[in-house]
């Protein structure tokens, strides 16, 4: 990494097809051209062996999970990536870019699946707490838009409906407006345009 830029542990999220994944590559590639580092990209949940499992029974459409039962699981499959992959990453003094992280959860299982929001977030805080994400970007397009570019597979949980969905954004929001360190990124646009409003905020945190 270049002198003077030290490595940082980003976080893009938001409803499903905000254009998180096409832009968490895209972030990838913009480290490699500018900074000659390649950072480890995650997925959350998944990444690691525990993790991909859990994702398997958290999309399956033929099983029906209780609100809590997810969020167990979500916290689960984080704790084991954060102790697993992400850690040993940033002590090794690499950058990670990670798709989803305690605004998904906290979007989607407290204020859309009706959880207590200040008992997911004690939950994630506690178990899957560390390392803290420097910056939480929460990629915000409305969710009719968002609806027109997924897959016309759903998952179990794409396969809620727009207004579950239009519940997600607003739990975004509010998860942006009670954690310092996330950021709403409008994600109307070229992929390129919001791309460049990514790295701004990248950008900030890499110098501050």
């Known amino acids: 990494m270049s002198q003077g830029v030290k490595n940082v542990f980003v976080v893009l999220d938001g409803i499903d097809g905000c254009g998180k994944s096409t832009q968490a590559r895209r972030l990838v590639a913009r480290f490699e051209r500018e900074f000659g580092a390649r950072p480890v990209h995650v997925r959350d949940p998944g990444t690691t062996a525990v993790g991909e499992r859990v994702r398997a029974i958290l999309l399956d459409r033929e099983l029906e999970l209780a609100a809590g039962t997810e969020a167990l699981l979500f916290c689960a499959a984080r704790a084991q990536m954060l102790a697993e992959t992400i850690a040993p990453a940033l002590a090794e003094g690499r950058t990670v870019i990670c798709e989803r992280f305690h605004a998904a959860t906290f979007a989607y299982q407290a204020v859309a699946g009706g959880l207590n929001e200040a008992d997911v977030l004690a939950l994630l805080r506690t178990w899957a707490g560390a390392p803290r994400p420097d910056l939480e970007l929460i990629l915000e397009l409305p969710p009719e838009r968002a609806a027109e570019r997924r897959s016309t597979t759903a998952d179990r949980i794409e396969a809620k409906g727009l207004e579950f969905q239009r519940r997600v954004a607003a ?38």
Do not use: C, K, N, W
């Open 171 to 208: 739990g975004m929001a509010r998860y942006a407006e009670l954690v310092p360190h996330a950021r709403r990124i409008d994600a109307l646009g070229t992929q390129a345009e919001v791309e460049e409003r990514i790295f701004a905020e990248v950008r900030r945190a890499l110098v501050s």
